[in-house]
């Protein structure tokens, strides 16, 4: 590996045989090293490397303003969370991640610390990733001696699902309230039958459903309707025979347009009523 660019003492920028740039660190690895030396792979205790070159500048220019053992803190809470989000997972999550755990940390040592409004929400709708989100505030705990505050497995918790869907953090919060928003409209339009367990598998698969559709909202994706007669078919029959739930999900599509300026097609509204028919199995009487 040949010295790209020296960082510290500790940690290097490099190129390796295929070309492909590298962070690597070491105690004092870099220490009287210049550009254009190569070192022995022997010597390096760890690798960073990002597929995408952008994502690999931001990380070089990540490890020269926080702390390394931030870096490498993160890395290990990353292994905590991929053991249990199986699905892939964006590889931007590292920089975001230790970006926001080292600010946090510092902001706690002066004394500054955030509240996160949507909190409730977030444990909510993304109870899995709210779960891993304490689970890293407890192994920042045990490694750093940093107690954060609790609303920060909230904002882990939104970094995860920012990597699971592959979106920007400003969109995540808009993801989220307008999951919130769409949940509001359901519950009010159900009223006289009953409220959701919200730690049911029904609920968690609509939320599932509204990530997604709210991801395909802000992207410009939204599905279009097909021309094609037998889908059009499909749309009426299900329309014809799920009248109660296509009605709420005009509701919804009403809440869409008068809040984020956007216009359902039949096909996202059909798509939202097997799923509203689904759920509304689950509604339960309050109980007076």
Not at 120 to 142: D, K, N, T, V
Not at 147 to 162: G, K, Q, Y
Not at 208 to 221: D, I, P, S, W
């Amino acid at each position: 590996m040949r010295i790209k660019k020296v960082i510290n003492n500790n940690i290097l920028c490099v190129v390796d045989d295929k070309g492909s740039e590298l962070i690597v660190t070491g105690r004092g690895l870099g220490f009287g090293r210049k550009i254009g030396q190569r070192i022995d792979p022997a010597d390096v205790e760890k690798t960073y490397r990002m597929e995408d070159k952008a994502e690999q500048r931001r990380l070089r220019e990540l490890v020269e303003q926080i702390p390394l053992e931030h870096l490498s803190l993160t890395q290990d809470l990353i292994r905590e969370i991929k053991s249990v989000i199986h699905q892939p997972l964006n590889e931007s999550l590292l920089i975001t991640l230790a970006d926001h755990i080292s600010f946090a940390i510092q902001r706690k040592e002066q004394g500054v610390e955030f509240k996160n409004p949507l909190s409730g929400s977030i444990l909510c709708y993304y109870p899995a990733e709210y779960q891993l989100g304490q689970r890293c505030l407890a192994l920042i705990r045990e490694r750093c001696g940093v107690d954060l505050n609790p609303d920060e497995a909230s904002f882990i918790a939104l970094h995860i699902v920012n990597a699971e869907l592959n979106t920007s953090m400003s969109e995540m919060y808009d993801i989220t309230r307008l999951i919130e928003g769409v949940v509001e409209v359901v519950e009010y339009f159900y009223r006289d039958v009953g409220v959701f367990d919200r730690e049911s598998l029904a609920f968690n698969r609509f939320v599932v459903h509204l990530r997604y559709f709210a991801q395909r909202l802000f992207q410009g994706k939204l599905m279009e309707d097909s021309t094609d007669e037998s889908d059009a078919a499909f749309r009426a029959l299900i329309a014809r025979n799920c009248k109660q739930h296509y009605k709420c999900a005009q509701c919804v599509a009403e809440y869409i347009k008068n809040t984020w300026h956007q216009t359902l097609s039949q096909e996202e509204l059909i798509y939202l009523t097997i799923h509203l028919k689904r759920v509304s199995g689950d509604l339960h009487e309050v109980s007076s």
